[in-house]
């Protein structure tokens, strides 16, 4: 079975600041897609970023790129000049090709401080 | 495009009733997948619809059922309703092609008591 785990359950940074929300997970499977999601206090889920396991370059949008290391099954995400709109719950998932099903890691709250 | 709509957004229910969610996908996509999401549990994966058939099922009791119309529209039924379904359903729909990115709806708040 896969897992996903993020150990960061809580993060705050200053406005403008970098910062990285880190994820980890285990699989046996070659093939699979990870994702960042974002939850704001409305509750939407929104996709962040999104990175296909067969691809060596790390996904980027925007202020928003991974660090995907593969062999560490490791699936960071970093973002640039933070702006008080990022403020939200983050999920990284996790998917197998051919397979709709995304496993979920617990969350990282993210609070952007003025 | 239109979003991924769920209806009804806030729902209030007692103990062994039954509740039925919708979800309508965005334009064009043929699957819909649904998550349930609670402060204990997190995210789980309910079951996954694509062309009105359901194609993948997670570990839920059978009170939790769902179907697919040929709109590609969804519903969700949960039967015999428990403290412990009080959660924030979520729906997300993709193309159903590969690996292909699933996009949620806003939730439907449900809390039973």
């Known amino acids: 079975a896969q897992t996903v785990t993020q150990s960061q359950p809580e993060m705050s940074v200053q406005e403008a600041e970098t910062v990285t929300l880190s994820c980890t997970y285990d699989t046996s499977e070659n093939n699979y897609y990870l994702f960042w999601y974002k939850q704001p206090p409305s509750r939407q889920m929104i996709l962040v970023i999104r990175q296909e396991a067969y691809k060596q370059q790390n996904a980027t949008e925007n202020r928003f790129s991974v660090n995907f290391q593969k062999a560490a099954k490791s699936f960071s995400l970093k973002i640039s000049d933070s702006q008080l709109g990022d403020t939200a719950m983050y999920f990284c998932a996790f998917t197998n090709f051919g397979n709709e099903k995304l496993t979920f890691g617990t969350g990282t709250r993210l609070t952007i401080i003025p | ?113």
């Open chain 2, 1 to 113: 495009k239109a979003g991924v709509t769920q209806t009804p957004r806030y729902l209030i229910k007692t103990r062994g009733q039954q509740v039925t969610l919708s979800c309508s996908p965005i334009s064009g996509h043929r699957s819909v997948s649904w998550y349930q999401q609670t402060p204990g549990q997190g995210l789980q994966f309910l079951f996954e619809y694509f062309s009105e058939t359901q194609r993948n099922k997670g570990n839920f009791p059978g009170r939790f059922s769902g179907r697919q119309f040929s709109n590609s529209r969804s519903e969700m039924n949960v039967s015999t309703l428990e403290l412990g379904d009080s959660a924030l359903y979520l729906c997300a729909s993709s193309r159903g092609q590969a690996a292909d990115t699933q996009y949620f709806g806003p939730g439907t708040r449900l809390t039973v008591l």
